[in-house]
């Protein structure tokens, strides 16, 4: 799997919950998005191309967005959650496959 059918199944992931998804993991899922989508972007500018590349930059992004203080403690445990659970989930499916 490339970083960009990464992309589309964390993505795709998230789409697919929000019919039934609480009002937490809408917030979590939302938030993150703009975490995945830049974390590509720049994966694929710095010739980056492996998923570890990806998460690496996610956990980065999302460590800078808790020091700069935009996430409450527990938000912080809910986004860095629902993002485990997401990368588990759609790797698990890759795996799969």
Sequence with gaps: MNIFEFERLLLAEIDGQVAEASDDQLF????????ITLAVAQS????????????ARVKTSLNQAILSGELNDDDQKLVLGFWHKLV??????????
Excluded: F, T
């Design 28 to 35: 979590a899922g939302g938030y993150l998005r703009g975490h």
């Design 44 to 55: 694929e500018i710095a010739g980056r191309n492996h998923l570890r590349d990806v998460k």
């Design 88 to 97: 588990d989930k759609v790797e698990q499916a890759a795996a799969a496959e």
